[in-house]
């Protein structure tokens, strides 16, 4: 990739700053939850419409996809989630959400960008729109893929199970990106695993209610529940291999309406994350023999009940296509691009290329003011000072984020577009 031609598609990036922001500000203030992202969707495929894009909508549910051709030449698309989060913004931001929605169950949540999905479409049509007004100094077809319900782990899924395929030609690589808390203006890759796989786990427990004054009469799920508990601790401490990562965290227990009555179930919720399948398969086998031994202790009259969701597939960038990006990232951002090690949390985006048949690599984005962040960093503070991802604090500053997400995007395709 040269660097006149790079500079070609982001020489207008000043030209579009206003704009962009403005777009990013109103996106953030109108936060849509999973599947339901009508009005997200409305606004891209207006804009993607607008710069001559063949424009897909509804695809998989909510989801929208641009397809820019230009001449002979790879095929690179880009994907963006737009999906929030039954999250209370506290950021005191003057675009700050004030946003309700009715959630899959029923119930009336609040909903904030709180995971920073609306950087990644104000970057991918910001993008989408450079490209499209500087088609001379590329050749080739760009994708811009805005994937609904990434936080219901199913977006992805759901938009390759309608029809996906049918609507744009066969990529060559597929690309991602995601803001996190990091310094903004800098640009991480990482090769092999970068993203955990993740599994959560639903677990009923039965006991024998009774009157909370007759414990003798009962089986009480609630102590039963405590025993699975404590003793799921030593899951990842005593049963994984040391410097293995795994996580297992016990994330919800219900049992009970009352003081006085002991109940005749509990439901315990579970997440699994790890960066191999074959250490997901070892705490699944563990938690259900630690489960049925602790129900079997208890005189459990019924067996426990498992139930799996949420499931999100490990990413495991592809180390060609990693090493490109990074060399561009390298070349357009200097010392601000680098390495940012595996990142603990998880991602449905690469259920799209892995039924494309496609190579992919996923990057993060730093969105935190950098003078915050190297004084939190001083302090040994970043964990207490710096919100991260799903905080109702999250708030990635607007620059130089968004000039840095976009040029990314830019760049990373540029790797492949031209050549």
Not at 18 to 25: G, K, N, T
Not at 385 to 392: E, L, R, W
Request: aromatic share 6%; with cysteine; charged share 20%.
């Amino acid at each position: 990739m040269s660097a006149p031609r790079t500079q070609a598609v982001l020489g207008a990036q000043a030209a579009i700053r206003d704009w962009q922001e403005s777009f990013y500000r109103d996106l953030h203030a109108h936060p849509e939850l999973g599947h339901q992202e009508e009005r997200t969707a409305g606004r891209v495929a207006a804009e993607l419409r607008d710069l001559g894009l063949e424009v897909h909508e509804h695809v998989g549910s909510t989801g929208v996809v641009g397809v820019l051709p230009n001449g002979d030449g790879p095929v690179v698309l880009m994907r963006a989630d737009m999906d929030a989060l039954p999250v209370a913004e506290a950021t005191g931001l003057p675009y700050a959400s004030t946003a309700r929605a009715t959630d899959a169950g029923g119930q009336d949540v609040p909903v904030m960008h709180a995971c920073g999905h609306d950087v990644h479409v104000a970057c991918l049509v910001g993008a989408a729109r450079l490209l499209a007004g500087s088609r001379s100094a590329w050749s080739g077809t760009f994708i811009a893929l805005f994937q609904p319900a990434e936080e219901l782990a199913d977006g992805a899924r759901a938009m390759v199970d309608g029809g996906l395929a049918s609507l744009i030609p066969t990529p060559d690589v597929a690309l991602a990106q995601h803001v996190l808390a990091y310094p903004a203006g800098t640009v991480g890759t990482h090769p092999g695993p970068f993203l955990s796989l993740a599994e959560s786990v639903r677990i009923t427990v039965h006991g024998r209610g009774s009157h909370g004054s007759m414990p003798h009469l009962s089986v009480d799920p609630a102590v039963l529940a405590a025993m699975i508990v404590v003793r799921l601790q030593t899951v990842v401490a005593r049963e994984m291999t040391p410097g293995e990562f795994a996580v297992l965290t016990v994330g919800r227990i219900a049992v009970g309406t009352k003081s006085n009555i002991i109940d005749d179930h509990a439901v315990l919720e579970l997440n699994l994350r790890a960066y191999s399948d074959a250490a997901r398969t070892r705490m699944r086998a563990a938690i259900e023999r630690i489960v049925r031994s602790e129900c079997a202790a208890s005189g459990s009259p019924k067996e426990p009940e498992f139930e799996s969701y949420d499931r999100y597939p490990l990413t495991d960038n592809d180390v060609a296509v990693t090493a490109r990006v990074a060399e561009a990232f390298r070349a357009h951002f200097g010392q601000a691009a680098g390495d940012f090690g595996r990142q603990t949390a998880s991602e449905d985006f690469t259920d799209i290329p892995t039924a494309l048949g496609v190579p992919y690599t996923y990057w993060a984005l730093g969105g935190i003011d950098a003078d915050l962040y190297e004084a939190a960093a001083a302090r040994g503070a970043v964990s207490e000072d710096i919100p991260g991802n799903h905080s109702p604090r999250f708030a990635p500053v607007v620059q130089p984020t968004l000039e840095t997400g976009t040029a990314a995007v830019v760049v990373a395709a540029l790797a492949w577009l031209g050549t």
